[in-house]
């Protein structure tokens, strides 16, 4: 069983490991992750996550076994437009826990998560087209395929066409 909840300080060295135990895999996807990505790099972001709750910039959470512990990646709500009421929602996994619905169900907790205790209207996907295992993801939380976008995503270190996926409250019966 998986759940998802806010970092703290101890996940810092886990996600710095994890990080780079999937590097290869998450690099070409998340801007942010390279092969020198320091410890120094988790730290920074586990510490911004406290004020970023506080402005409502950002909701990143960790992805934890329940029974285990373990660290097995990261979700979370960011590019939060208030006067809309949308946000973007990202994720990835531990390469060594792919393709075992950990981040589809850890999608739908974070969606759930807007949609219910922030107030959210909307929640957003937006995947690379050549990013296959992510659309996958939004498809098997069950996040409604909507439109492609011409050079929307930065991928590879380029923009790159995306697919835009979202959820409502009327998809988890919150109206």
Same mark, same amino acid.
């Given at each position: 069983m998986i759940a998802i909840r806010r970092?703290?300080?101890?996940?810092?060295?886990?996600l710095y490991e994890a990080v780079?135990?999937?590097?290869?895999?998450?690099?070409?996807? /998340?801007?942010w992750s390279?092969?020198?990505?320091?410890?120094?790099?988790?730290?920074?972001?586990? %510490? =911004?996550?406290?004020?970023?709750?506080?402005e409502g910039q950002a909701y990143n959470f960790v992805i934890t076994d329940t029974e285990t512990?373990?660290?097995?990646?990261s979700v979370g709500l960011g590019l939060i437009n208030r006067r809309e009421q949308v946000a973007n929602l990202g994720y990835w996994v531990h390469s060594n826990f792919t393709k075992s619905g950990i981040a589809s169900t850890a999608t739908?907790?974070?969606?759930?998560?807007? /949609?219910?205790?922030?107030?959210?209207?909307?929640?957003e996907i937006v995947a690379a087209t050549d990013? %296959? =295992?992510s659309c996958r993801v939004a498809e098997k939380a069950g996040a409604k395929k909507e439109c492609l976008v011409n050079k929307q995503v930065l991928a590879n270190g380029k923009l790159t066409?995306?697919?835009?996926?979202?959820?409502?409250?009327?998809?988890?019966m919150l109206v």
């Open positions: 970092f703290q300080e101890a996940d810092i060295p886990r780079i135990q999937s590097v290869q895999e998450i690099k070409p996807w /998340l801007f390279h092969e020198d990505y320091s410890l120094a790099e988790s730290q920074a972001f586990v %510490k =911004a996550q406290e004020e970023a709750w506080k512990e373990e660290f097995l990646g739908r907790l974070a969606a759930q998560f807007g /949609l219910q205790a922030l107030g959210l209207e909307r929640i990013n %296959k =295992a066409d995306g697919i835009t996926y979202s959820f409502n409250k009327e998809d988890f």
